[in-house]
């Protein structure tokens, strides 16, 4: 009996992490389940709604591959994650209802991930742990905590909510996953050899194998999700400096069983340095090209100045968030022009570099929270610094908030690490206060944000309340009230659009999508067109190169127009088109829709193909584009050319994802068309 009582509460302790972390996760389910109710959002329609790659007739590996590599969101096209929303429409449709609930199933796989890596690194870190029952049993208490903090915190809703991002969540299960397989590794490297020298060698180079494996197949495959993935060996060297420091384990009975590993260190030469120096090497001379630039409001060195106030916000945002902070649109953010414009600048680059030093100096006394600290920096090496991406975005972060957590967590459930057992119990009350307030914070704020998502309409009046100076939020707002009207004139959302419309066409730096609204609209519902609406539009697209929603803006118009739904002055149409097209390096995209406007509305054949042609040679490896200038031939009857561009069309029918397309073509081109046809875009 006496041995039943230790052995029972043994169990009991082992189980409890696991408890806890099946609370945890129902918990965290309970409070996203309202946002699952919601609708497409923002990004969620070029990329799902409006794509229709991922939304396959049949499960053919022809459809498949052509879902994969349908993502018009990146020129690494991120076949994995468009792969798993064309799985989600041939189960459920085109039902963002099941999307949300597989982006929360695969956030609370990550929260699990996020438990064991904290594990293994708390057991680790802590000494004790490795000899004491005890003290391995209150690690996974600890990594519960952070496991469960973690899936809670509203920086991350996005990475659950908003569909298209689970590009971000998913791409992070094989960051999580390469990490643990990379402690895994370590540990078998490490092993104490407990019968002869040669089972010690297989061993370790058994451990040596999984980390290079977990390694390269994690990055690998994250990468297929989205570019983020790439940061994994960063991830890795940031954990082996910290945490083992570069050790190998050799005989020991040597003086030097604690020597550096050089194996590892080739392994970084060989997986990061050289990687990060070719990878330099491809991208500055386009970062160096101002025109590069062109299409932003920021230049590199005012974006390098920004990026230090926005991740020393998102610190802020992760731990102590607030409804105006976490408001989704961030296109009002003021760019900093210099150390002192705004004023925060220099406190912001002077707290990185602050944080920056602290990691190697915390390492060996607190190395959880120096790696914590390292995991957060390097998260934001990729999206903070040189390349022209937007400045801010919340699910930047989810990766970066398991770094902070790793980082705070610990000394809020155990308190800083100090000598002496009556230092270790003092300020517990505070500790506990903080950590329960904290944890209620999180828990509150997601839960009313996702009770949000659920409603397109008050997810619009909610972000517009929050960022009231925002183009896109006050856009949305607008946008949002045009669908509930349903194109009534006498709907009472009809009257409420236009306020929000105007006030985001009257706003610094916004697109032309608001104008565009007040146009479309209008047009819809037969009534009268300002002819403010155009000049400021047209006044837009003279001013500065085209941004992605200043052409998703004029491609809305060119279909209304096509689909005959909206009676749109040519004219004006060509003098936005003119405009936008003034500016060097059009993007295939906006080609592309001029020649649809061009073929389609104007009747301009010889335009609609000059136009069509100019979009292949600027994008020359989309499918799409090339389709449609065939057609385009066909149905002028230049076979020959057609025949020409059909061959190129050939070489992109990768996995015969392409059959379909072609096989119409050949169909149209036996029949020798003796008219115009009129031509859509697939």
Same mark, same amino acid.
């Given at each position: 009996?006496?041995?039943?009582?230790?052995?029972?509460? $043994?169990?009991?302790?082992? !189980?409890?992490?696991?408890?806890?972390?099946?609370?945890?996760?129902?918990?965290? $389910?309970?409070?996203?389940?309202?946002? #699952?109710?919601?609708?497409?959002?923002?990004?969620?329609?070029?990329?799902?709604?409006?794509?229709?790659?991922?939304?396959?007739?049949?499960?053919?590996l022809a459809s498949l591959i052509n879902a994969a590599l349908s993502s018009p969101s990146s020129d690494f096209k991120r076949p994995l994650?468009?792969?798993?929303?064309?799985?989600?429409?041939?189960?459920?449709?085109?039902?963002?209802?099941?999307?949300?609930?597989?982006?929360?199933?695969?956030?609370?796989?990550?929260?699990?991930?996020?438990?064991?890596?904290?594990?293994?690194? /708390?057991?680790?870190?802590?000494?004790?742990?490795?000899?004491?029952?005890? *003290?391995?049993?209150?690690?996974?208490?600890?990594?519960?905590?952070?496991?469960?903090? !973690?899936?809670? #915190?509203?920086?991350?809703?996005?990475?659950?909510?908003?569909?298209?991002?689970?590009?971000?969540?998913?791409?992070?299960?094989?960051?999580?996953?390469?990490?643990?397989?990379?402690?895994?590794?370590?540990?078998?490297?490490?092993?104490?050899?407990?019968?002869?020298?040669?089972?010690?060698?297989?061993?370790?180079? =058994?451990?040596?194998?999984?980390?290079?494996?977990?390694?390269? &197949?994690?990055?690998?495959?994250?990468?297929?999700?989205?570019?983020?993935?790439?940061?994994?060996?960063?991830?890795?060297?940031?954990?082996?400096?910290?945490?083992?420091?570069?050790?190998?384990?050799?005989?020991?009975?040597? *003086?030097?069983?604690?020597?550096?590993?050089?194996?590892?260190?080739?392994?970084?030469?060989?997986?990061?340095?050289?990687?990060?120096?070719?990878?330099?090497?491809?991208?500055?001379?386009?970062?160096?090209?101002?025109?590069?630039? =062109?299409?932003?409001?920021?230049?590199?060195?005012?974006?390098?100045?920004?990026?230090?106030? /926005?991740?020393?916000?998102?610190?802020?945002?992760?731990?102590?968030?607030?409804?105006?902070?976490?408001?989704?649109?961030?296109?009002?953010?003021?760019?900093?022009?210099?150390?002192?414009?705004?004023?925060?600048?220099?406190?912001?680059?002077?707290?990185?570099?602050?944080?920056?030093?602290?990691?190697?100096?915390?390492?060996?006394?607190?190395?959880?929270?120096?790696?914590?600290?390292?995991?957060?920096?390097?998260?934001?090496?990729?999206?903070?610094?040189?390349?022209?991406?937007?400045?801010?975005?919340?699910?930047?972060?989810?990766?970066?908030?398991?770094?902070?957590?790793?980082?705070?967590?610990?000394?809020?459930?155990?308190?800083?690490?100090?000598? $002496?057992?009556?230092?270790?119990?003092?300020?517990? &009350?505070?500790?506990?206060?903080?950590?329960?307030?904290?944890?209620?914070?999180?828990?509150?704020?997601?839960?009313?944000?996702?009770?949000?998502?659920?409603?397109?309409?008050?997810?619009?009046?909610?972000?517009?309340?929050?960022?009231?100076?925002?183009?896109?939020?006050?856009?949305? #707002?607008?946008?949002?009230?045009?669908? +509930?009207?349903?194109?009534?004139? *006498?709907?009472?959302?009809?009257?409420?659009? +236009?306020?929000?419309?105007?006030?985001?066409?009257?706003?610094?730096?916004?697109?032309?999508?608001?104008?565009? =609204?007040?146009?479309?609209?209008?047009?819809?519902?037969?009534?009268?067109?300002?002819?403010?609406?155009?000049?400021?539009?047209?006044?837009?697209?003279?001013?500065?190169?085209?941004?992605?929603?200043?052409?998703?803006?004029?491609?809305?118009?060119?279909?209304?127009?096509?689909?005959?739904?909206?009676?749109?002055?040519?004219?004006?149409?060509?003098?936005?088109?003119?405009?936008?097209?003034?500016?060097?390096?059009?993007?295939?995209?906006?080609?592309?829709?001029?020649?649809?406007?061009?073929?389609?509305?104007?009747?301009?054949?010889?335009?609609?193909?000059?136009?069509?042609? =100019?979009?292949?040679?600027?994008?020359?490896?989309?499918?799409?584009?090339?389709?449609?200038?065939?057609?385009m031939l066909i149905a002028n009857g230049e076979l020959g050319q057609a025949s020409h561009q059909l061959d190129a069309l050939q070489e992109?029918?990768?996995?015969?994802?392409?059959?379909?397309?072609?096989?119409?073509?050949? *169909?149209?081109?036996?029949?020798?068309?003796?008219?115009?046809?009129?031509?859509?875009?697939?």
């Open positions: 009996m006496m041995l039943r009582q230790p052995l029972q509460s $043994t169990l009991q302790h082992r !189980w409890l992490p696991w408890v806890l972390l099946i609370l945890g996760g129902m918990l965290t $389910t309970a409070i996203y389940w309202p946002g #699952l109710s919601g609708t497409f959002f923002f990004d969620d329609n070029p990329n799902i709604v409006d794509n229709k790659g991922v939304q396959p007739a049949n499960a053919s994650a468009s792969l798993s929303f064309a799985v989600n429409f041939l189960f459920t449709g085109l039902d963002p209802y099941w999307m949300k609930l597989t982006n929360l199933v695969i956030h609370l796989l990550n929260g699990c991930l996020v438990f064991l890596l904290a594990r293994s690194l /708390i057991v680790l870190t802590d000494k004790a742990a490795t000899q004491n029952t005890r *003290h391995r049993q209150n690690a996974g208490f600890i990594a519960t905590v952070i496991a469960f903090s !973690w899936m809670l #915190l509203p920086i991350n809703l996005t990475s659950v909510l908003y569909v298209v991002q689970r590009m971000e969540s998913l791409a992070n299960v094989f960051v999580l996953l390469g990490l643990l397989g990379y402690v895994v590794g370590r540990k078998h490297m490490l092993a104490k050899a407990d019968q002869t020298q040669h089972g010690m060698r297989r061993s370790d180079l =058994a451990g040596l194998g999984i980390c290079a494996f977990s390694l390269a &197949l994690f990055t690998l495959t994250g990468l297929l999700a989205k570019e983020t993935a790439v940061m994994l060996p960063l991830y890795a060297f940031m954990l082996e400096w910290i945490v083992f420091g570069f050790r190998r384990q050799t005989d020991t009975a040597s *003086h030097d069983s604690q020597s550096k590993d050089w194996r590892l260190i080739c392994l970084y030469l060989v997986g990061l340095l050289i990687p990060l120096i070719a990878g330099l090497a491809w991208l500055l001379p386009n970062v160096l090209r101002p025109e590069n630039w =062109a299409a932003r409001n920021f230049t590199l060195s005012t974006r390098l100045l920004s990026e230090a106030r /926005i991740v020393v916000d998102y610190i802020a945002w992760i731990l102590v968030p607030t409804p105006d902070a976490l408001s989704f649109y961030h296109d009002n953010f003021i760019v900093s022009t210099g150390l002192w414009y705004p004023w925060t600048t220099l406190p912001s680059i002077l707290i990185l570099i602050t944080l920056a030093v602290s990691v190697p100096m915390l390492r060996r006394r607190w190395p959880l929270a120096s790696l914590g600290l390292a995991l957060f920096l390097s998260c934001h090496v990729l999206t903070a610094t040189i390349l022209p991406l937007e400045l801010v975005y919340e699910h930047r972060n989810y990766f970066a908030s398991f770094g902070l957590m790793l980082a705070v967590v610990p000394v809020l459930v155990t308190g800083i690490p100090c000598t $002496t057992s009556q230092s270790r119990q003092s300020f517990i &009350l505070a500790r506990s206060t903080t950590l329960i307030t904290l944890l209620m914070l999180w828990s509150f704020e997601t839960a009313i944000t996702a009770a949000a998502w659920g409603s397109p309409l008050k997810l619009a009046e909610t972000l517009a309340a929050r960022a009231p100076d925002s183009p896109r939020a006050e856009y949305e #707002l607008g946008r949002t009230y045009i669908i +509930y009207s349903q194109y009534d004139p *006498h709907s009472p959302f009809t009257a409420m659009a +236009y306020a929000p419309l105007e006030r985001a066409a009257a706003l610094p730096d916004s697109s032309i999508l608001p104008q565009q =609204a007040l146009i479309f609209m209008n047009s819809r519902m037969h009534l009268p067109l300002k002819d403010a609406w155009w000049n400021s539009m047209i006044a837009k697209l003279k001013s500065r190169p085209l941004g992605v929603q200043d052409e998703s803006a004029l491609g809305a118009l060119t279909g209304c127009a096509r689909d005959h739904d909206c009676n749109l002055p040519p004219n004006r149409m060509i003098d936005a088109y003119l405009a936008a097209l003034s500016h060097p390096n059009p993007s295939a995209r906006l080609l592309s829709m001029y020649a649809d406007y061009a073929w389609n509305v104007l009747d301009d054949d010889v335009l609609g193909l000059r136009m069509a042609e =100019a979009t292949v040679k600027a994008a020359p490896s989309e499918p799409a584009y090339r389709i449609t200038l065939i057609r992109l029918n990768l996995g015969g994802r392409l059959n379909n397309d072609i096989d119409q073509l050949e *169909h149209a081109m036996q029949k020798a068309p003796t008219s115009n046809e009129t031509v859509n875009h697939l």
